[in-house]
T-cell receptor
Framework: NAGVTQTPKFQVLKTGQSMTLQCAQD?????MSWYRQDPGMGLRLIHY???????DQGEVPNGYNVSRSTTEDFPLRLLSAAPSQTSVYFC???????????FGSGTRLTVV | EDQVTQSPEALRLQEGESSSLNCSYT??????LFWYRQDPGKGPEFLFT???AGEEKEKERLKATLTKKESFLHITAPKPEDSATYLC??????????FGQGTRLTINP
């Protein structure tokens, strides 16, 4: 039982490049979310999903795309990386019953 | 707009010195208030969910309480291993969480 797995753990991108942050969970959770964490800003919701095929925007969605083709996977795509997207990204999942989200260990992204 | 404010930003205690962390919130229709612990370089770790005013939850040296406007995380006789950042979050629905900025707790031996 791996929980929530995020890859890669570290990534450096050049401005304008695109990439996909991977997130997979093995707990059969319906709810999944992506957050970014910046110093002094706390965790902010980027996109979330309430089930396979259903996604919606969070607080800071611009510059990011998501899709949810399976219950297990919820990838986050950066379309054209910008220095403002330098951050630590966390994926999380929840069954919705106990309310608590299980977080992955994060992806530290630097855009130069 | 849902908002969460945590205080203090940082707290330094001696081992065994009890204290409380505060989480003030505004939300349209509280579905749940959550406490997490985050260690450096790691993802947040779920501690508690509180659903209604008056509710209390305990885990080892931690006790979380909830009123209609705020929540407290009480730490009794803390140990150095309790050092971490403690995050508070609220959900107004659809499992969307709004987080506070956290309280960085340091317990000196």
């Amino acid at each position: 039982n791996a929980g929530v797995t995020q890859t890669p753990k570290f990534q450096v991108l050049k401005t304008g490049q695109s990439m996909t942050l991977q997130c997979a969970q093995d707990m059969n959770h319906e709810y999944m979310s992506w957050y970014r964490q910046d110093p002094g800003m706390g965790l902010r919701l980027i996109h979330y999903s309430v089930g396979a095929g259903i996604t919606d925007q969070g607080e800071v969605p611009n510059g990011y795309n998501v899709s949810r083709s399976t219950t297990e996977d919820f990838p986050l795509r950066l379309l054209s990386a910008a220095p403002s997207q330098t951050s630590v990204y966390f994926c999380a999942s929840s069954s919705g019953t106990t309310g608590g989200y299980t977080f992955g260990s994060g992806t530290r992204l630097t855009v130069v | 707009e849902d908002q969460v404010t945590q205080s203090p930003e940082a707290l330094r205690l001696q081992e065994g010195e009890s204290s409380s962390l505060n989480c003030s919130y505004t939300v349209s229709g509280l579905r749940g208030l959550f406490w997490y612990r985050q260690d450096p370089g790691k993802g947040p770790e779920f501690l508690f969910t509180l659903y209604s005013a008056g509710e209390e939850k305990e885990k080892e040296r931690l006790k979380a309480t909830l009123t209609k406007k705020e929540s407290f995380l009480h730490i009794t006789a803390p140990k150095p291993e309790d050092s971490a950042t403690y995050l508070c979050a609220v959900s107004g629905g659809a499992q969307k969480l709004v987080f506070g900025q956290g309280t960085r707790l340091t317990i000196n031996p």
